[in-house]
Each structure stands twice: as structure tokens, then as C-alpha cells.
């Protein structure tokens, strides 16, 4: 199998997509705001009778939940150095074609991404590539004109990055806006298009991972509309819509797929427990041969009918690992699904749904589905977070040795011991961004495949394929 090697120097590209208005939203750092205020504009926007679609940089899942249920549409992940540039301005131009508006969410700060001397998955690195302007978010607490000083370096740093305007958040009263917006005037920077004062966004809860889930966010549809209030009255929509506009491009290149016939049947774990996929993820299965069947391990007491494999992404098992444990039917089918030679892949927290049991952090043990003879434990702190690379070693689920997929870890449990010896056969070498060596992983015996990584191979056809083909072999 010829292995396809992501893209990763910083390029602008032609303009491809149909939207009018486009544009990135970053921040300074983490924690600036700018989840809120990407959250604010989707809901304020498609109150305006516009057709929103959001993104997101970086390998995120949770942030994408709620940007889907503030615009109505799909949000999608962009990821230079795990996608590949090519495929993000494919993904890029195919989502947008019917939009109005596309909001990009940036990820930590504007220039952080997979190394210290590049671009290379960074919000900056997407901004180029996709020619779009970005919209700032600085976090003006305690700051006056020293605001300017710190647009200014996010202006220069890169000379190919188009900061349009900023947005000035958690400000302290209208004299401090003011202060800042001539501040940025008076230094010949870009403008200030939106000051909110600080406290004026609802707080979202978080836990060990980010954000929790949209599904636990309690009354999300409140939360949005009082996040797009805050926006409308804080935001010159006028003078953004000036700033973004674009004109219609004269060519585009999306993606281009032909379904092929079905050929498996694979079974999603999704519930509160399992969230964690990459929508273009599904899309590639589907694309490539697979009906993709939902079920939840939390309420399900029966597996769907005529499946030939099962997913198990990742998710919050830790969370609810009283509640799986407690659901044995769907344990025990999962169980014999695996002896009988059926198809299993998981990742994360599915592997950990996969273990004999896991330890929480309380130090209480939770019985798992007992398909792999490992033990897994909760950590202190975390465990893992970070790109990771994988190298297949021997021939599996993803292709011939030598395949190469990227994606990501973020994680705070491990394995705590093996309950059998010799453990299972590792398939794949890990290379992480700050190891020196690789580390073994893909825990894998002939009919199950189970690790840390999340992998993105939407970008990645005959990996997909070959995936596909593992999944229906089963019956053959």
C-alpha cells in the first residue's frame, strides 16, 4: 500500500469555497474566550437567517459538539499536520459550498501548534493555507495600551497572517474599550470590532479534558442564545462583515467521493459515555463500504442485529464506569461478539471499555467487558497529551507494514498491569513529537485492534479501505 504523507508547510491556496463571508477566529492563548465567542457569532449569525458552518482546529472533539448545536450544521476539524493541508482545503471548500458564513474556531494560541519553529498544526498555519483573515481575541483584563503591544507581535510575527481585527474580551467598563480601541488606532493596527465586558458570557462547566460534553451541558440552548446576546451587543457586525467579506472564487476543488456498495455492518458505540469521532471519519467509512449502526453501551441491553464489527471511540468511560459496569447484558454480548471472532477496533476510552476492569480515581474497580486481559487505572495527573504518529509494524486492520496514520493522545489513565502473559502481539510504533523513541502499541490478536491513539483517516482512502475490508472479513 503506498503510504500517503500529510502536507504540513503553511501554503496559501486558491480561494475555494462558495461562503461570502469567511474568517478565523484565534486567540492570543488558551483560555482568551474565543470558544465563547465562536460559540456567540454561529447562534448570532444563523439568528440572522444565515446559513453558519463552523470548524475547528486541532484534534478536538468536545468544542465541535457545541459549535454544531450553536450553527445547526456538522462542524468539522481542520488539522494541518494531522490531516494534511491538501485534504483540510478539500474538506474546507465541499462543507462550504451552501454556507453564507464559516467560522474557523482556532486552537490554544494563535501560533501554537505541533513544534516550537513552525506552523505545523497551528491556527495560523489553517489561516494561510485557507486565505482567510483572522479575528483576534485578547484577553484585556489589566491591560490598556499594552493590548497594542501584544496585536502588534501577533500582527508581525508571521507576515503571511492577515489579523483583520480584534476582539477585546472581559473588559472591566466602557472607558477601558475605549482606552483599548484607541490604543490599536493610534499604533495603525487593525481595528477593534468587538469589546465584551468581562463576566458577560454564561460559564460553561469543564472537567479533566476540556469542556464537558454537549450532551451534559445542561440547558445549551439558554447558554447559546445568552452567549449571541453577548456578541449582538458587544460586536460591530457591520464593520466584521466588511472586514470578511469575500468574493465569490473563480474556481474550488472539494471533495469528491463515489460510495461504494455496502460490505459491513459496523456497530457505533454512542451514548454519553462514547463521544469522541471525527464526523469526516464516518463519512470515509461509509464512503468506503460500511453501514454504520449506533448503539450505546450505557442504555442498550442488546447489541444490534447482523453486525460484522464494532467501533468504540473514545469518550468519558471514567465518568460513567459505575453505570457500564452495571449494564451486564450489553457487557456479556460484547464479550461473546469478540469470541466469536467478530471484528473490534477501539480507541481510548473504548479501550478502556474493552480492559478487564479499570480503577477510578477514587481507587473504587469497575468491571469492564473483559475482552482484553488488562487492567486499566486512573492517573493523577495526566498521562498523555499531544500528536502521535503511527507506523504499522506488521500487517493489519489499516494496511500493509509501513503504513502511516496520524492523530492524537489525551488521556489521564494507563495501564495498570497485565492479567495474562504473554500480553497481545503490538502492531504499530508510536512516535510522539517530544520522544526520541518510538513506543509499541495497537494491542492487537487476530479479530480486535485497540489502543490510546485516535487516529484521522478520513484522509487516508486505502487505509479506509483496507479497515473496511478487515471489518467484513469476519464472514468470509
Known amino acids: 500500500m503506498t503510504d500517503h504523507q500529510p502536507e504540513t508547510t503553511p501554503q496559501a491556496m486558491p480561494e475555494t469555497t462558495h461562503a461570502r463571508q469567511a474568517f478565523v477566529i484565534g486567540g492570543t492563548c488558551s483560555g482568551t474566550g474565543k470558544t465563547s465567542v465562536t460559540l456567540g457569532l454561529c447562534r448570532a449569525f444563523s439568528h440572522m437567517g444565515k446559513t453558519v458552518q463552523p470548524f475547528k482546529v486541532g484534534p478536538d472533539y468536545i468544542d465541535p459538539a457545541f459549535l454544531t448545536q450553536a450553527a445547526g450544521r456538522t462542524t468539522f476539524n481542520l488539522d494541518g499536520w494531522m490531516m494534511g493541508l491538501p485534504y483540510c482545503h478539500q474538506s474546507f471548500a465541499a462543507q462550504t459550498e451552501a454556507a453564507d458564513t464559516a467560522i474557523v474556531e482556532g486552537v490554544m494560541g494563535l501560533y501554537d501548534g505541533a513544534d516550537a519553529d513552525s506552523l505545523a498544526g497551528s491556527t495560523a498555519e489553517m489561516a494561510i493555507a485557507l486565505n482567510l483573515p483572522v479575528v483576534l481575541v485578547v484577553d484585556a483584563s489589566s491591560m490598556g495600551r499594552s493590548v497594542a503591544a501584544v496585536v502588534k507581535g501577533f500582527c508581525e510575527l508571521e507576515p503571511d497572517v492577515r489579523v483583520c481585527g480584534v476582539i477585546a474580551n472581559r473588559l472591566g467598563s466602557d472607558r477601558h474599550a475605549e482606552l483599548v480601541r484607541d490604543a490599536l488606532e493610534s499604533a495603525g493596527l487593525p481595528p477593534l470590532i468587538g469589546a465584551i465586558k468581562r463576566g458577560a458570557f454564561p460559564t460553561l462547566a469543564s472537567r479533566h479534558l476540556g469542556l464537558v460534553q454537549a450532551t451534559e451541558a445542561g440547558d445549551l440552548e439558554t447558554i447559546l442564545n445568552a452567549m449571541a446576546d453577548a456578541c449582538e451587543q458587544a460586536i460591530d457586525f457591520s464593520l466584521l462583515q466588511k472586514l470578511t467579506v469575500r468574493d465569490e472564487p473563480s474556481d474550488f476543488a472539494s471533495l469528491k467521493t463515489t460510495a461504494t456498495k455496502m460490505i459491513a455492518r459496523i456497530g457505533i458505540a454512542k451514548d454519553e459515555a462514547f463521544q469522541f469521532y471525527y464526523p469526516d471519519n464516518l463519512r470515509a467509512l461509509k464512503n468506503a463500504g460500511a453501514e454504520l449502526v449506533e448503539f450505546s453501551p450505557l442504555h442498550d441491553s442488546e447489541l444490534p442485529d447482523r453486525l460484522d464489527a464494532i467501533y468504540f471511540g473514545g469518550g468519558y468511560p471514567e465518568v460513567f464506569a459505575k453505570q457500564l459496569s452495571e449494564n451486564k447484558a450489553i457487557r456479556t454480548q460484547i464479550h461473546l461478539f469478540a469470541a466469536s471472532g467478530k471484528r473490534i477496533y477501539a480507541e481510548c476510552g473504548g479501550f478502556m471499555y474493552l480492559a478487564d476492569h479499570v480503577i477510578d480515581s477514587d481507587a473504587n474497580r469497575h468491571e469492564m467487558c473483559g475482552v482484553i486481559p488488562v487492567a486499566i487505572a486512573m492517573c493523577e495527573k ?95
Open 382 to 476: 495526566r498521562k498523555r497529551l499531544g500528536f502521535a504518529e503511527v507506523h504499522l509494524c506488521a500487517p493489519g486492520p489499516w494496511g500493509n507494514a509501513g503504513t502511516t496514520l496520524r492523530g492524537h493522545e489525551f488521556h489521564y489513565s494507563e495501564i495498570s498491569h497485565w492479567l495474562s502473559s504473554p500480553p497481545w502481539q503490538t502492531i504499530y510504533d508510536v512516535n510522539y513529537r517530544r520522544q526520541s523513541e518510538p513506543t509499541p502499541e495497537g494491542y492487537f490478536s487476530e479479530n480486535i485492534l485497540a489502543g490510546y491513539v485516535h487516529l484521522h483517516w478520513a484522509a487516508h482512502p486505502e487505509s479506509t479501505a483496507a479497515f473496511v475490508r478487515w471489518c467484513a472479513a469476519a464472514d468470509r
